[in-house]
């Protein structure tokens, strides 16, 4: 089973930008759709963005504009590129992936922090 481990995340100011990577264990190339889920404290965990295997993207209506995923199946890597942060952005930030028997596997999530 593929594994994920998020880096990238940090403290940052608004209106600063910050690059999110996730590293798979295996091989992307089988799996569909990767995206990236937030939660801030108190709140419940969020879809921020998604990306399929045919490279069509979805993004919640906050971050659009703002945020851009990516996915590099040869180096089974995922990337988000955040840009214009905003304090509201300040969350952990979650990789995700569904694999060819439909479970979700998550990764251990990394830290977003956007100062006003």
């Known amino acids: 089973q593929v594994q994920l481990v998020e880096s990238g995340g940090g403290l940052v100011q608004a209106g600063g930008s910050l690059r999110l990577s996730c590293a798979a264990s295996?091989?992307?190339?089988?799996?569909?759709?990767v995206g990236w889920y937030r939660q801030a404290p108190g709140k419940q965990r969020e879809a921020v963005t998604t990306?399929?295997?045919?490279?069509?993207?979805n993004y919640a209506d906050s971050v659009k504009g703002r945020f851009t995923i990516s996915r590099d199946n040869a180096k089974n890597m995922v990337y988000l590129q955040m840009n214009s942060l905003k304090p509201e952005d300040t969350a952990v930030y979650y990789c995700?992936?569904?694999?060819?028997?439909?479970?979700?596997?998550w990764g251990q999530g990394t830290q977003v922090t956007v100062s006003s």
């Open positions: 995700y992936a569904v694999d060819v028997y439909s479970r979700v596997i």
């Open positions: 295996g091989s992307l190339s089988s799996i569909d759709v």
């Open positions: 990306i399929t295997s045919g490279v069509s993207t």
